[in-house]
């Protein structure tokens, strides 16, 4: 089934959470310690996200359900999550690429992200560069950018 991205609905915040939390258990535990991936689920609940979504927009990947999420603030990229269920089927590339449109639109000449070590090369794969590394209270981050070409 075709994936849709559309915008983050508050119904759709305990359902993120999830999302969020089975990454941070089974995909981003192989790079950061326990207490770390602890701490990020404590922060990233179902309540956050739509405490977030008052200064982000959040959106929504869906098939039959919510299978990923993305933010953006201008032309920063943040909470970039794939149901692990759902990895490797270009969700998290589709999911770029929309918001990637939407900042040109609104007429920024570049992409800023910051990167677990984790999606690191995921976002190398998708054309960003290293910019510097950032620690983070979360643990180490990789600031990269990319540049965005106006039609
Ligand atoms: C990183 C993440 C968002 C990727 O989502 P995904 O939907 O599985 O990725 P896609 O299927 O869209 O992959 C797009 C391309 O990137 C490649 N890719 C995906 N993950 C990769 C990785 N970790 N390293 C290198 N390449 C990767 C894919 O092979 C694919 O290549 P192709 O289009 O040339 O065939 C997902 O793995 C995830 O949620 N990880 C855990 C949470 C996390 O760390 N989020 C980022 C916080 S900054």
Redo the contacts with the bound molecule.
Sequence with gaps: MAIRVRSFRPDDAARIAAIVHR?LRE??SRDYPAHIIDKMCEYFTAERFIELSASRLIYVAEDTRVV?TISRDGNKVY????DPD?????????LMAHIETLARRDGYDHME????I??H??YL??GYTDVRESETKFGLNYILRKPLRQP
């Design positions: 990454c995909v981003n990923g909470t970039l999550f794939v759902s990895a490797g089927r270009g969700i998290g590339r589709q992200t910051g990167a677990s984790t999606a090369r995921f794969h998708l």
